[in-house]
């Protein structure tokens, strides 16, 4: 099955029985299976820029749950489309790839790669004309119609911002902690 444009990835989409309900598939189908065909297709329609298709992929009950350093609430269908074009905007040629996905159940996780050029506005910060490639991780619960019903994911931010230039500074907590490191080895020497 191609799914080489957006007008065919909907019609596909619609005959696929990747959204049918379970009867509707042949028995060499599993749950399974089709979770992480259709994990693998959100990103495949994310890449194109298709927001009905990438729309489509979600359930009506749709919540996400990014990483609190990004945004520190549960996402619904229409604040998650507002997150994903934030990203687009900072990043126009980010482009994702499947690293490897596992799945069990109503579950498929997936290690993403991500790679762009910051060349528009991106969380307050001006383009920096840098490219960046970092990783993260989701975990996708699936209806029983095949449709993503939670998502929760995990991005390197760390990495991103230092390859944007950003120097990150240690928290209180943590800053004591590496001023006594050398002062510990220096005492040890004399």
Do not use: C
Request: hydrophobic share 40%; proline share 8%.
């Amino acid at each position: 099955m191609r799914w080489a444009d957006a007008t065919g990835l909907v019609r596909l989409r619609r005959a696929s029985p990747l959204f049918n309900d379970r009867s509707a598939r042949g028995p060499n189908v599993t749950d399974v299976g089709r979770n992480k065909e259709v994990s693998r297709r959100w990103i495949e329609v994310f890449n194109l820029r298709d927001d009905a298709a990438e729309a489509d992929v979600r359930a009506p009950e749709f919540i996400a749950y990014p990483p609190a350093s990004l945004d520190p609430d549960p996402l619904r269908s229409e604040p998650w489309a507002k997150f994903l074009a934030g990203f687009v905007e900072g990043f126009p040629d980010l482009r994702l790839t499947v690293e490897v996905a596992v799945g069990e159940n109503d579950l498929v996780a997936q290690r993403i790669h991500f790679e762009g050029t910051h060349t528009g506005v991106f969380q307050g910060l001006p383009p920096t004309g840098k490219k960046v490639a970092f990783e993260g991780l989701e975990l996708n619960r699936h209806g029983d119609d095949g449709r993503v019903v939670e998502h929760w994911f995990q991005l390197d931010t760390l990495t991103l911002l230092q390859q944007l230039g950003l120097i990150v500074i240690p928290g209180p907590r943590l800053l004591p902690r590496i001023l006594a490191s050398p002062l510990t080895k220096l005492r040890k020497k004399r």
